[in-house]
């Protein structure tokens, strides 16, 4: 099925938000500083980020791979808290209520947008390139899984996580545990 | 060696970079909706676990697994077709026949698909209720 972009980045902005500040609350973990800041912004254009951080190329290049995949960490655990309590009376018992509903929109669009994007990439390649041999070992796996997450979007792998997170996770640990 | 410590001459004040009040008002939704989903976990979590756990030891020949999942069921105001014909197979199970036929007859004018219908009636037929 065909959704514009925009659409999906409207319905979900709450996980644009959360991960824009993931990646800030990340560089001002790790010291980098922060120029500029676009928690969220809605375009036609194609092309166009929903949000992004612009920061300093840090000397230490880890520190610009762990900004750089930040939200992944937020957004998942975020998305799996937010969603768990939610999830079970919704698709276990079938007995939600709106505040269930309510949460399971945060959570799910919250963990939609746990992937870095391909602005992230390529900041991580950037800093990476002159990098130490054992950050190039960890970087570069990382940028090639973003890419292929990129491509998996096309095939709504984004959203296939977000429901994953909030839906499955809880039924899985449900089971495991009884 | 101290590690130097990055861009500190010319690090702008995390105030200098103010989050608009609609980042703000989405921040704290998202961390109410953090602490509301970290006092829901325990509850809905025990209740799933609960009903799961009296299920599997009523599958291992456990009769008394039934009263596990009778204790969650008891609390959910009108669940899914789902779980109330698993609560029935249960009765079924446990030998609670005037149970299940209580579930079953409640179902009647909800809508079932084949297999939910073929479940319902499998219930129907070991208890001895007419379904249509």
Known sequence: MLIPGFLITLVTFPGVIVHE????????????????????QFSLGRGVPAGYVVHEISP???????????????????AAVIGFPA???TFKFGTPDLLDLFLLWI?????MHAFPSTGDAASISQ?????????????YPIVGLIWIV???????????YGIGVVCLLPNLIVWIAS | MVPPVVG???????DRIPMPPYVIVLLAVTLLCFVAGLAKIPGSMSSAIRFEHGSKNLAKGDVNGVDDMEAVFTKLDDPSVDIKLRMAEAYVTAHRPQQA?????????????????????????????VTD
């Not at chain 1, 230490?60 to 975020?78: C, H, K, Q, S, Y």
């Open chain 2, 101 to 129: 036929a209580k579930i079953i007859n409640k179902m009647s004018g909800e809508k079932l698909d084949k297999d939910e219908m073929a479940r319902a009636k499998a219930v129907a037929e070991a208890v001895g209720v």
């Open chain 1, 21 to 40: 500040f993931a990646h800030a609350l990340f560089c001002r973990m790790l010291g980098l500083n922060i120029y500029e800041v676009k928690y969220f």
């Open chain 2, 8 to 14: 500190a001459p010319a690090r702008v004040p995390l």
């Open chain 1, 127 to 139: 800093s990476i390139k002159t990098a130490p041999l054992w950050t190039k070992l960890v970087g």
């Open chain 1, 150 to 160: 990129t491509i998996g979007r096309f095939f709504w792998l984004d959203a296939l």
């Open chain 1, 107 to 111: 959570a799910i669009s919250i963990g």
């Open chain 1, 87 to 89: 999830a079970i009376p």
């Open chain 1, 60 to 78: 230490e290049p880890w520190r610009d791979v762990m900004a750089g995949i930040g939200p992944f960490f937020v957004n998942t655990f975020l």
